[in-house]
């Protein structure tokens, strides 16, 4: 494995961690807004018994896997969808590290923005405008995931919730290709 591809892909496994964690951010904000529960105050529980998550099963995605889905106190089953949020959120910061950050933006129009490729020329030594673009483009997707999420449990019944979804999946899809799908648009 060389060196840069290395630091690569460390460091978007550090950026999708961070996305992991933002999601199961979201999974609380997704349960206790419409409770109308704190979200910041009090510690992560099990909506069965209660009973305080221990910081080593508050891991996202792996928590899950290693619990079996399942609350270590009570035994009762935890439901996949928290995992699931975490990791589609975790998947879309490190998929849009390597085709936005370490790009130098050449999915932005007029991109690529700066001629410096891979995370040790961008990242580590800061292009902060392409790190901006990254860091808009990661809050969009979460608070349009929010908004989905919330949906789906406030309004199960709402076709709001399948708009949003649709509106989430094609900014997914689009900010990689947005300098293509810009120039198609133009033609
Ligand atoms: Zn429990």
């Not at 949020?85 to 790009?103: H, I, N, P, W």
Request: proline share 7%; glycine share 8%; aromatic share 16%.
């Amino acid at each position: 494995m060389s060196f840069p591809f290395a630091i690569d892909l460390i460091t978007a496994l550090w950026l999708g961690f961070t996305g992991a964690c933002i999601g199961s951010f979201l999974n609380v904000v997704a349960y206790r807004m419409p409770r109308g529960m704190s979200v910041v105050w009090k510690p992560s529980h099990c909506p069965q018994c209660s009973h305080p998550i221990r910081a080593y099963d508050n891991v996202p995605v792996l928590g899950w896997l290693w619990l079996q889905g399942r609350c270590r106190d009570c035994g009762q089953p935890i439901s996949p969808r928290y995992a699931i949020v975490e990791f589609l959120m975790g998947l879309t910061f490190f998929l849009l590290a390597y085709l936005e950050l370490f790009s130098g933006g050449a999915n932005l129009p007029g991109g690529p923005i700066t001629e410096f490729t891979g995370a040790v020329q961008n990242v580590w030594y800061p292009q902060w405008a392409l790190i901006a673009w990254y860091g808009c483009h990661c809050l969009l997707l979460s608070f349009l995931a929010s908004l989905v999420l919330l949906s789906i449990d406030s309004q199960p019944k709402s076709p709001w919730r399948w708009l949003l979804a649709i509106l989430w999946l094609t900014a997914f899809l689009a900010i990689p290709f947005w300098k293509q799908a810009t120039s198609w648009l133009a033609l």
